[in-house]
């Protein structure tokens, strides 16, 4: 959906349009690679605080406290 909805429009028309294509898909496909490595990565670091109890219960009821701030916040912005 984002290539089709977003790229077209960079596409030059007066050039070959095969290889603006590909410049365009293997960009996309760099810049997705190097976004879900970092997850990966933030993932992996992550999950040595989250194995420890204390920080797994405080990590909980903190995005608990959120998501019913959020829910709260959108109850009252709905009127």
């Given at each position: 959906?984002?290539?089709?909805a ?8 007066d050039?070959?349009?095969l290889?603006?294509w590909g ?29 420890d ?10 995005s ?16």
């Open positions: 959906m984002f290539v089709v977003l790229l077209p429009q960079f596409v030059d028309p050039h070959a349009v290889p603006q410049l365009m898909a293997m960009t996309t496909v760099i810049v997705h690679f190097c976004v879900y490595w970092g997850y990966a990565v933030a993932g992996h670091k992550a999950s040595r605080y989250l194995l109890t204390r920080i797994r219960r405080f990590y909980n009821g903190a608990g406290v959120l998501f019913l701030g959020f829910a709260v916040g959108w109850m009252f912005g709905s009127w």
